[in-house]
């Protein structure tokens, strides 16, 4: 088990810098994903862990041990790549036993490692198979067994998944946590997928071109976003921003008006609220809008019936999107005007320039809880 540590990380290709000041620790042990959006330094910050590219400037350690000039195969670290990277005249073993044999390990014990690797992944049957002959997901746990055979002190995933329909990767984000659970092993993800950020990490950076917005885990992200660009970014469908002015504040909350509405909102203790006038965004999102006979007017573009839920796609009289998020199918005309409400204290607020100045309280006690039974036994 190893800690592995980013420390004022910077990279530069000539003039374009694409990381910049970027200091995380990822616990020994734990799963961190980076997640942002396309181009924001994703696969570069990866490279650079693995060796395949250098840092301009800053840091890598694991355990404590400066590796930022030591060659990739030096560093304890497997990297697997969205694209698999098999070798395609290859078997299925062969390509597992890859690295074992540049590394010159007895053959014996390469086999040994194979057979385990292969077990883990459910690819025994398929061992003397070449990579043309296996479905997309199979592939991709040819190339993790590729990276587990190695022992690795550190996993680095780089959208391992995006390749394969979105069912499958439902069901691969599921193997990939419980292989993690198993194998105990520090692992770095990165994704443009939010959900799968959110489903399988302890903790998750949130990347925006080259820099962290903010680490935390996946409830602190979706809760207590600390920039507009976070809430954005975590939870689908995406928080609603609604444009308006603080018209009164005190030490205890802030009056805003959204489309001629006054909302009183609490603000964090120690926040300072803009002044009156200033402009800020309210941010609510879907799921906690509901039908409201006094709540703001909003014309009804499309329903997405998605079967568990449906989403209200409506618009305000000044053109300002709102979602609604609510269980079940829902009964309502295309173009009809209606209320929407929301608790005020299920709001985020956030100043022009993005920052939040309040950031939803969720009480823990609010979280449902799942006892074990008495025998642990779920048959
Ligand atoms: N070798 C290079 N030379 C010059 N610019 C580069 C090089 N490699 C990456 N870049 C630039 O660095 C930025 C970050 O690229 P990177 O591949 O790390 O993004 P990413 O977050 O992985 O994106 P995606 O989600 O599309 O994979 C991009 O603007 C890219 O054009
Ligand atoms: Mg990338």
């Known amino acids: 088990m190893s800690e592995l540590t980013l420390h004022e990380v910077e990279k530069r290709f000539g003039n374009t810098e694409v990381l910049r000041d970027l200091s995380l620790t990822v616990g020994s042990g734990e799963f961190a994903s980076f997640v942002g959006p396309s181009g924001c330094g994703k696969s570069t910050l990866l490279r650079i862990i693995a060796g395949l590219e250098r840092a301009t400037t800053g840091e890598i350690r694991i355990d404590g041990r400066d590796v930022g000039r030591l060659e990739?195969?030096?560093?304890?670290?497997?990297?697997?790549?969205?694209?698999?990277?098999?070798?395609?005249?290859?078997?299925?073993?062969?390509?597992?036993?890859?690295?074992?044999?540049?590394?010159?390990?007895?053959?014996?014990?390469?086999?040994?490692?194979?057979?385990?690797?292969?077990?883990?992944?459910?690819?025994?049957?398929?061992?003397?198979?070449?990579?043309?002959?296996?479905?997309?997901?199979?592939?991709?746990?040819?190339?993790?067994?590729?990276?587990?055979?190695?022992?690795?002190?550190?996993?680095?995933?780089?959208?391992?998944?995006?390749?394969?329909?979105?069912?499958?990767?439902?069901?691969?984000?599921?193997?990939?946590?419980?292989?993690?659970?198993?194998?105990?092993?520090?692992?770095?993800?990165?994704?443009?997928?939010?959900?799968?950020?959110?489903?399988?990490?302890?903790?998750?950076?949130?990347?925006?071109?080259?820099?962290?917005?903010?680490?935390?885990?996946?409830?602190?992200?979706?809760?207590?976003?600390?920039?507009?660009?976070?809430?954005?970014?975590?939870?689908?469908?995406?928080?609603?921003?609604?444009?308006?002015?603080?018209?009164?504040?005190d030490n205890n909350g802030i009056t805003v008006s959204i489309e001629n509405q006054e909302i009183r909102v609490p603000v964090d203790p120690g926040a300072s609220p803009p002044k009156p006038g200033s402009a800020v965004t309210l941010g609510v999102r879907p799921e906690n809008v509901a039908p409201a006979e006094t709540g703001l007017r909003a014309e009804v573009q499309m329903v997405e019936y998605l079967g568990g839920v449906s989403v209200i796609h409506a618009r305000t009289p000044s053109g300002q999107r709102l979602a609604a998020s609510l269980p079940g199918a829902v009964n309502v005309a295309r173009h009809a005007v209606v209320g929407f409400g929301f608790d005020p204290t299920d709001t985020h607020l956030f100043t022009p320039q993005g920052m939040a100045f309040r950031r939803r309280a969720v009480a823990a006690a609010a979280l449902p809880t799942f006892l074990p039974t008495a025998d642990g036994d779920a048959s």
């Open 72 to 249: 990739p195969v030096d560093r304890g670290v497997a990297m697997v790549f969205q694209n698999y990277a098999l070798y395609p005249h290859m078997t299925v073993r062969q390509n597992i036993a890859f690295p074992l044999h540049t590394i010159g390990l007895p053959r014996q014990e390469v086999e040994q490692k194979v057979a385990e690797a292969a077990r883990t992944l459910r690819l025994t049957d398929r061992l003397s198979h070449k990579p043309a002959a296996l479905s997309g997901g199979q592939r991709q746990r040819v190339a993790i067994g590729r990276a587990i055979v190695r022992d690795p002190k550190v996993f680095l995933f780089d959208e391992p998944l995006s390749n394969l329909d979105a069912a499958l990767r439902g069901e691969m984000r599921i193997e990939l946590a419980e292989l993690h659970a198993r194998l105990g092993t520090t692992m770095v993800y990165v994704t443009h997928d939010q959900v799968e950020a959110m489903t399988m990490s302890d903790r998750i950076a949130v990347l925006n071109a080259g820099r962290i917005e903010q680490v935390g885990t996946p409830t602190e992200l979706y809760h207590h976003p600390s920039t507009r660009f976070v809430a954005d970014f975590i939870g689908r469908p995406a928080m609603n921003m609604l444009t308006g002015q603080a018209t009164a504040t």
